[in-house]
């Protein structure tokens, strides 16, 4: 960790396969911020299993995420990435935290609703404190930034709540963690219904485009894509949602500006449009995937990656829960 530089912290959860959303919102964008913060990225294996999951899936989607992350351009030299689970502080420390936390906060949660609407068989404690164990991870660090998408907005502000509710109470002890969000891509919405968040648990996998789609069924998912009668391609997001969403993918995957890929668009039709937004998207694809796949066939490369991210982030973290044992009167010997 160098000094004077600030901390970074986000994390992803190991479930489905991810989404150019999680791309766009995330992981390519950490990738941007490695050289100037201190980083830490987390594979949130322990969020996963607030939402049932099969053993040797999870496993599976561990190791597969962190080969995703590095394929991505994430430097296991530059930044530290580990697996949640590994650091017992983290469980240890939303323990604490819970009680510094509110039943009625945790249920106006906007992602405890519709998770719990989702899975209305099985809403359990951990999804209801789900956003406490986020606050854990985020404040075992110092972090001063949390990159996320905006769908995780309000679970960075109650981290910060939390965290100020507990400096009152005793000390200074936690820094108080600030929310990055992209000013674009910050939201890729579904391409068949572009006024909700692309998801990658959604239940209609046609309106996403998975990080491991090939390139045909890119092109063909993008070419099925809703945008409107209006035949324009400008950037109107209130109203032109569909058009809009495919600029921005457009625009992060070209490296091109939204006005400069309205201006390479105009007068032309949708369907020469979607075209180029899929070839965009499925060749900066390939070499990702194929990284990925060349990572995962090293295992003992990846296992060695966590293994070292176990003790630095470890050794970061105890520290963090040393301080907070001994404010709250924990009996140390
Ligand atoms: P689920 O769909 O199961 O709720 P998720 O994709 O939201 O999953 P994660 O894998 O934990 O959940 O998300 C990792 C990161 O990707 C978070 O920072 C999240 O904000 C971001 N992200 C997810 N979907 C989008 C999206 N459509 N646009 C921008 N960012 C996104
Ligand atoms: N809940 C996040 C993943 C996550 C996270 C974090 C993000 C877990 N812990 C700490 C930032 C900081 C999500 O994207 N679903």
Not at 81 to 100: G, K, M, R, T
Request: hydrophobic share 40%; net charge neutral; proline share 3%.
């Amino acid at each position: 960790m160098e000094e004077g530089k600030k901390v970074l912290y986000s994390a992803a959860q190991p479930t489905n396969t991810l989404t150019i959303g999680n791309y766009i919102g995330a992981i390519g964008n950490w990738v941007k911020l490695q050289d100037e913060y201190n980083c830490f990225f987390a594979i949130a294996n322990m969020h996963a299993l607030t939402v049932r999951q099969v053993p040797a899936e999870l496993r599976r989607r561990t190791l597969s995420l962190l080969a995703l992350y590095i394929a991505c351009g994430v430097d296991p030299e530059k930044c530290v990435l580990y697996l949640q689970s590994h650091v017992s502080a983290h469980a240890e420390l939303c323990w604490v935290l819970n009680n510094y936390t509110y039943v009625g906060e945790m249920e106006r949660m906007t992602q405890f609703k519709d998770k719990s609407a989702k899975h209305a068989d099985n809403i359990n404690m951990g999804l209801m404190d789900y956003p406490v164990l986020m606050a854990a991870d985020i404040l075992l660090y110092n972090s001063d930034y949390i990159p996320v998408g905006l769908d995780q907005r309000q679970h960075v502000e109650i981290a910060r709540d939390i965290a100020q509710r507990f400096n009152n109470a005793y000390s200074p002890t936690f820094t108080v963690p600030e929310g990055i969000y992209l000013k674009v891509g910050a939201k890729i919405n579904d391409l068949l219904d572009p006024t909700k968040k692309m998801s990658k648990s959604a239940e209609n996998p046609n309106g996403v485009i998975f990080l491991d789609d090939d390139k045909d069924t890119i092109i063909r998912k993008f070419k099925r894509a809703v945008t409107d009668s209006d035949a324009s391609i400008k950037y109107d997001p209130e109203n032109k949602a569909g058009v809009s969403n495919l600029l921005t993918i457009y625009s992060v995957f070209s490296g091109k500006s939204i006005k400069e890929a309205e201006s390479e668009f105009a007068g032309r039709g949708y369907g020469e449009f979607k075209l180029a937004v899929g070839e965009a998207v499925a060749d900066k694809l390939a070499p990702i995937q194929a990284e990925q796949a060349r990572l995962l066939a090293d295992k003992a490369y990846l296992d060695g990656v966590l293994k070292s991210g176990a003790e630095r982030a470890g050794r970061v973290a105890d520290k963090t829960l040393a301080k907070v044992y001994r404010k709250i009167g924990f009996y140390q010997i």
